[in-house]
């Protein structure tokens, strides 16, 4: 990789608020990514504040290249009929299980969380879906994850994530399309992460087993640690130093409580990446605010 190239991460949606004035939150998550001359949108958060957001951000959603989707949850996904407004047609990289129904259930509540719209609603709108099942190189020195190993004893799936079974009744849900994005930049991999329903420490075994001797500079995005059990917390923090993790910057499904335990443990290494946040790799200052 040139050494020259850099790379700008700007954070427009998530549940909360960095600045500028005029941003809205939402339960949410959605990065521009700015990179070797692609300008590309991971997520598209719930859908009330993508463009509006972008917006006040300076970001153009017409000049997109691509879209990803790291899984199917509407607030990973309910934008996307606002970004092919915009920006389509384009392609929109994703798992093929993006399309799956889905709930969530705890006790007796029940509420579908899955991609609200038709296949073939988004394609007539822009959509041009590429379906990424294995680590993939999508443009030079940017990749998608695939599928993750699930191979951590102490990162459960969610009990509370379910699907129709073949007899119809709701099972588990291992969520098999949640997918990351690397980019290699001056200063290291930087992985931008969904709501890591794989396990952050699987996402990383993965990403360093297939760019192996690369450090990694950032991991930025939803954790799921917001719903770890206190084991799965403590072997966490073990194995983020043990992949010598230069910056955390946590958001969405992190949870406060455990973002500021991770605050507590790594210091200036943690960052809370809310809307309007920018981190900047490569010849400039890392983690800037707008």
């Known amino acids: 990789m040139g050494r020259e190239m850099s790379a700008r991460f700007t ?6 608020v960095a600045g500028p004035f005029g941003i809205i939150g939402e ?9 070797g001359g692609r300008k590309l949108l991971f997520d598209t958060g719930q859908g009330q504040g993508l463009v509006s957001n972008a917006t006040w951000l300076g970001m153009e959603l017409r000049d997109v290249d691509a879209v990803v989707l790291s899984h199917g949850h509407y607030d990973h996904t309910g934008g996307l009929p606002q970004a092919l407004q915009l920006a389509g047609p384009v392609p929109v990289y994703c798992h093929p299980g993006v399309f799956i ?13 899955g991609l609200r719209f038709k296949r073939s609603w ?6 041009e879906f ?19 190993p699930r191979q951590t004893e102490f990162e459960p799936p969610d009990p509370h994530m379910r699907i129709r079974g073949r007899d119809g009744t709701l099972v588990q849900d291992y969520v098999p399309d949640d997918l990351s994005m690397v980019v290699d930049t001056p200063d290291g991999l930087v992985i931008i992460l969904g709501c890591a329903h794989a396990g952050i420490i699987n996402i990383l075994e993965h990403v360093v087993s297939m760019l192996p001797g690369k450090k990694i500079h950032a991991v930025m995005g939803g954790t799921h ?12 923090l073990a194995a983020l130093e043990r992949f010598e993790v230069g910056l955390l910057e946590a958001s969405h499904c992190t949870g406060l409580e455990n ?7 790594l210091g200036r290494r943690f ?8 981190l900047e790799v490569g010849g400039r200052e890392n983690g800037n605010q707008v």
């Open 271 to 278: 960052f809370f990446a809310s809307a309007g946040h920018v």
């Open 11 to 16: 954070v427009l949606c998530e549940n909360s």
């Open 225 to 236: 640690l917001g719903f770890a059990h206190e084991r799965q917390f403590e072997e966490t």
């Open 259 to 265: 973002s500021a335990r991770l605050h507590a443990h």
């Open 122 to 127: 988004l394609e007539s709108m822009g959509a």
């Open 101 to 113: 129904d889905r709930w969530w259930t705890k006790g007796r509540t029940s509420r579908e969380i």
């Open 27 to 35: 339960h949410g998550w959605s990065v521009h990514v700015e990179t």
């Open 130 to 148: 590429v379906f990424v099942r294995r680590f993939t190189e999508i443009y030079t020195d940017i990749y998608l994850t695939g599928e993750v």
